[in-house]
């Protein structure tokens, strides 16, 4: 029996128009345009919260070739607010829809990411509904950057896994392999909401603080950012992703909008400690400006930004060390949490 068609489109807020069919939920999608290069871990990907207020086209020809497993969705739900493929196979088509997430196929995603690799990330809408009500929805989308977003993600009440000494994981939205992957390393992990201040986090008894990975722009953040700046000094701190940038800020550096981000599962950073390049997991729309003020330890091999940086008592890097998906480059980053934690306190609580 043959499928029905539902013709569809994905419209650019220059104006651009891509043809496709829809295989998600009905109704109209509208973000930010962006584009992964992985060849797998789609599920990841469309769960991961950092893609919320982004419409995500997999740049791979072909999405959903193992299907659907629970276990590695990233977080409760479908984050990303659209899904843009050249081909989806009929199960993760299913889920999607099922999910309530409006999904396109038969997309020339070659030349989408071509655009949008020329000429930075553009609000767009999607669906199937007419391209003039398409185009007026994405001009009313408003930008990521300067703004808060509107939908809260991350933990809304503490929880904890694992058992050792223990690690405060501050979640603006972390995957949750984050948290698995550190008490892998023998670590108790405590999981608390990104709204709660420095007292709070203190209060929990860590041997060191992770901030983690999520959304949006990060200068807006100013709650987090206070939040930081008065945890440094007092316990141990690391930052991945969203969290990266947060350290720069509480620090006095500067963040700054990448064209088109970097997103994909094969990218290579130099550690400059060693010299070794690690192939990476990245996600991430903004970066931080150099300023020559901290220890630069690892930058990006594709343009040059900087991908981690440390201090007295801190480490941070841009990329996702946790590998879910990608290679396992690395993984040391959690070595270096877990060994952290196990040594004397470094700093006195005041």
């Avoid at 694992?162 to 992957?181: C, E, M, N, Q, Y």
């Avoid at 041997?207 to 959304?215: E, F, I, T």
């Amino acid at each position: 029996m043959m499928q029905n068609v539902r013709p569809a489109h994905l419209v650019l807020e220059d104006g651009a128009v891509f043809a496709g069919s829809a295989v998600g939920a009905g109704g109209v999608a509208a973000g930010e345009a962006c584009f992964t290069t992985a060849m797998a871990g789609y599920e990841e990907a469309a769960t991961d919260p950092s893609y919320v207020a982004q419409v995500l086209a997999f740049s791979y020809p072909l999405v959903g070739n193992y299907g659907v497993d629970r276990t590695r969705l990233e977080s409760e739900r479908v984050q990303a607010e659209g899904i843009v493929m050249r081909r989806a196979r009929p199960a993760w088509a299913q889920w999607l829809a099922s999910q309530g997430v409006v999904a396109l196929e038969d997309v020339d995603t070659r030349a989408l990411v071509r655009r949008i690799r020329d000429g930075g990330v553009l609000r767009c809408a999607l669906g199937e509904a007419p391209v003039e009500e398409l185009y007026a929805r994405a001009l009313a989308e408003p930008p990521i950057d300067g703004r808060p977003l509107d939908r809260v993600v991350g933990a809304r009440q503490p929880y904890r896994l694992g058992a050792g000494h223990r690690i405060t994981v501050v979640d603006l939205g972390t995957k949750r392999s984050i948290p698995r992957r550190l008490a892998e390393c023998g670590l108790e992990v405590v999981v608390v909401p990104g709204s709660w201040d420095a007292e709070a986090v203190l209060e929990t008894d860590p041997r060191a603080v992770l901030v983690s990975n999520g959304p949006g722009d990060p200068a807006v953040l100013d709650g987090p950012i206070e939040t930081v700046r008065e945890l440094l000094g007092q316990v141990p701190l690391f930052g991945i992703c969203l969290g990266h940038q947060l350290l720069g800020l509480a620090l006095g550096l500067e963040t700054f909008k990448l064209p088109f981000g970097h997103r994909g599962a094969n990218h290579p950073v130099r550690e400059l400690r060693s010299g070794r390049v690690l192939v990476t997991v990245q996600n991430h729309g903004f970066a931080v400006a150099d300023s020559g003020e901290v220890e630069v330890t690892h930058v990006s091999l594709n343009d040059g930004t900087v991908e981690g940086f440390a201090g007295d008592g801190f480490a941070t890097v841009q990329f996702h060390p946790e590998a879910a998906p990608g290679p396992l480059d690395a993984l040391p980053f959690f070595d270096l949490i877990a060994s952290t934690c196990r040594s004397e306190p470094i700093f006195a609580l005041s």
